[in-house]
């Protein structure tokens, strides 16, 4: 949800980690210690000589859902715009799904669609519609469907737990106590204790024109719906019913805790918690009545024992947001960390949740925080490893639009929305202009970055391609490997069909990695590597500063 305070989200965030770490059980609170030509997939072999003691390699890892590949998340007003008006719109993001093709994502989010009064659009005012400023109904069912020849699958923002001051229910609801959508909101009695804080200690009740108080969880344009009223239940169901006949082939769900979690006092209730995994469950039954194979993914950020329920029989997916602080503090500090341990458990504690259904979905930002560029400190290749990090992770890896090249951004929330910039002349190829980008004045365009193979983005496309070309990096659970280098992270893993062996190199220095160290390995293939200079001879593997590679 966009309009969370930033100091409450980063204490959250804080807040999962440190519980996250509590729950699982057995992480050591020490830094893993990870076994760590031309870039190119062009395979080379090793010549290693065998021990006697072979590294054993657990292939028991948890049951998960099948990867549908790499994310892109898009805001479309910020994006490409196909009439001149400064604004993006759906034709413009038609436009430019040759470069999202050739990028090689699969997926892509857009964030919300709906008419809204607000430039973000989290606030809606119609759930059958299109936003006018975006285009309309046939727009967007034009670009499903050109997504769809190049394999690539759509899923839109839908906002359910609450919606604009400005929707027609709740300008009806508000007019009167006898309106037919009064109860589809929740207000308070006249006279009524309405000093309750919500979950980050904010302000929940608001006043209407009327003189009653009603409540909204974020802010006073955003009322909340009444969950608990069943004709509003139906209603929602239906909304996310038309997108997907639509052709949409699943659905973002924002705000997904909030549905019941409106007080403090009902954060740690278990009550809330199993209200919110009814409900949706209850919605997931209604999207498979459409498309079984919809794929719904929640924004819970929270705690893994907050979000397991929503993965039983509910949601596919809950954004990772543990993951997202393991993966920029590893590329920022250059240090190997226990990413891969925490995530080995945290991966194992979800399976046993969803039954072996669910799908990680693990991120650097988004559109409610910084821009992975600025909290790098604008190190190009702090940025590099991170997305190393990312997107040889498990599950559906999401990007933020303008992420692949660096662009930059710090709250307030327009900053961190700021147009992509399509070309040098920052005017041309789609360009919006519906704001300004003052925070990415000297951040080079995809064109320029095109044309440089040592550019961020064609590091994007390589690693990218890499985990499109090894189904393992997508569906294979992950594994400890041990190094005996602070800055070298290693990982391993492992599906049914194929183990690959992680090896980054954080630092800015060359590395030499003893992968026998610990029992012969049974790698002997240089499957891909990201830099000049990799080797692999007789076990031991040669990294320069700043690279990757993957071996089988």
């Known amino acids: 949800m966009s309009k969370r305070p930033l100091a409450g989200r980063v204490g959250n965030l804080a807040l999962v980690v440190t519980m996250a770490a509590a729950v699982l059980a057995g992480c050591s609170g020490n830094n893993e210690k990870q076994p760590a030509a031309s870039p190119s997939s062009q395979a080379t072999k090793d010549n290693a000589t065998p021990s006697a003691k072979p590294y054993v390699i657990d292939t028991n890892v948890p049951a998960m859902g099948t990867s549908s590949g790499v994310f892109y998340e898009i805001f479309v007003r910020s994006f490409s715009d196909s009439n001149g008006d400064g604004i993006g719109d759906l034709q413009g993001v038609t436009n430019k799904l040759d470069y999202l093709q050739q990028l090689g994502v699969k997926g892509l989010w857009l964030m919300p669609i709906t008419p809204s009064p607000t430039y973000h659009g989290y ?111 139906a209603e ?68 893994l024992t907050v979000v397991g329920p929503f993965l039983n029989h509910a949601l596919n997916s809950g954004f990772n947001f543990d993951a997202a602080k393991l993966l920029i503090d590893s590329a920022k500090t250059e240090q190997a960390g226990a990413i891969s341990s925490v995530l080995s458990k945290m991966l194992a504690y979800y399976s046993k949740q969803s039954e072996g259904q669910f799908v990680d979905a693990p991120f650097l930002s988004n559109h409610d925080q910084n821009r992975i560029m600025s909290e790098l400190g604008e190190n190009a290749d702090h940025a590099k490893m991170a997305a190393s990090l990312l997107l040889t992770m498990p599950g559906n890896p999401f990007l933020y639009y303008g992420e692949e090249i660096g ?78 280098e602070s800055g070298v992270l290693g990982y391993l893993r492992v599906d049914s069909s194929s183990t690959l062996l992680v090896v980054h190199n954080l630092t800015g220095k060359a590395t030499k990695v003893d992968l026998n160290a610990n029992g012969t390995v049974p790698f002997s293939t240089l499957k891909h590597f990201s830099e000049e200079g990799t080797s692999l001879n007789a076990g031991q593997l040669e990294l320069p500063p700043y690279s990757t590679v993957i071996l089988q």
């Open 123 to 233: 606030d809606v005012t119609d759930y059958y519609s299109v936003n006018p400023d975006y285009g309309t109904l046939d727009d967007a069912k034009k670009l499903v469907d050109e997504a769809h020849k190049r394999g690539i699958k759509v899923i839109i923002d839908l906002m359910l737990n609450h919606t604009s001051s400005k929707h027609p229910w709740f300008i009806d609801s508000a007019k009167n106590v006898d309106s037919k959508y009064r109860s589809w909101y929740t207000w308070a009695e006249k006279g009524s204790d309405t000093s309750a804080l919500g979950p980050w200690g904010q302000q929940v009740w608001h006043t209407s024109a009327g003189g009653n108080s009603y409540l909204g969880v974020f802010t006073d344009g955003m009322p909340d719906l009444n969950m608990d009223n069943p004709e509003v239940r």
């Open 236 to 303: 929602l169901v239906k909304a996310g019913q038309f997108w997907l006949k639509l052709g949409m082939d699943g659905l973002r769900l924002d705000a997904a805790k909030h549905v019941y979690e409106d007080f403090q006092s009902s954060t740690s209730d278990p009550e809330t918690s199993k209200k919110n995994q009814a409900w949706w469950q209850e919605f997931r039954k209604g999207m498979d009545e459409v498309n079984k194979d919809a794929y719904l993914i929640g924004e819970i950020w929270d705690s």
């Open 407 to 484: 662009m930059k951004g710090i709250k307030p929330d327009e900053l961190i929305r700021e147009p992509i910039i399509w070309a040098a002349d920052r005017k041309s190829d789609g360009q919006t202009s519906w704001e300004s980008t003052e925070s990415n004045e000297t951040t080079l365009s995809v064109e320029e970055q095109l044309q440089d193979p040592k550019s961020l983005l064609n590091h994007y496309k390589k690693l990218i391609s890499w985990r499109n070309e090894e189904p393992t990096l997508g569906n294979g659970g992950i594994e400890s490997f041990p190094i005996d």
